[in-house]
């Protein structure tokens, strides 16, 4: 087939890398890694890795791109959702700034929507189960 896009091998390494996720111009690959032997955030060029840089200071993990690609966000060891912002590139950036704390559960995912609100399933008590409610049809309630 003309044009068949094959899988390819981005890293190899020996560390545990993981939660990759493409910023929406497709130049950017950001991902959690243990290289430093601690869980970090770090971004690199795609698809060839040839350049490289570690975004989080202290930890993180989950790394997710804003829709315009200009923040990333992720989650710091003590559970605080972080943005860094992302100015000409990866090495052009901000230093990572609290935006508030989260109850992610283990193991727990985040989104960011199209309108820059943020969907975090959150513990609700310590037997560690977790509730979300999604109201999809919240305008059918407003009096006209």
């Known amino acids: 087939m003309n044009g068949e896009k094959k899988p ?40 060839t890795p040839e350049a490289g840089w570690q ?24 559970q605080k959702l972080m943005a860094v912002e992302i100015k000409a590139g990866p090495s052009d950036r901000s230093v ?18 199209k309108d820059e609100c943020f969907l975090i399933p959150t513990l609700l008590d310590s037997a560690g189960t977790v509730s979300m409610t999604a109201i999809v049809t919240w305008t059918a309630g407003l009096k006209k």
């Open 55 to 78: 975004i989080s200071a202290n930890g993180g993990s989950l790394p997710r791109w804003s829709l315009d690609g200009k923040e990333l966000y992720f989650i710091a060891p003590d």
């Open 96 to 113: 990572p700034r609290s935006l508030f704390p989260t109850r992610l559960p283990v193991n727990g995912r985040y989104d960011v929507s």
């Open 8 to 47: 390819f091998v981005y890293h190899d390494t020996e560390f545990s890398e993981s939660d990759a996720v493409l910023s929406p111009n497709g130049r950017w690959l950001a991902y959690s890694s243990d290289a430093s032997k601690r869980s970090e955030i770090y971004v690199e060029t795609f698809p």
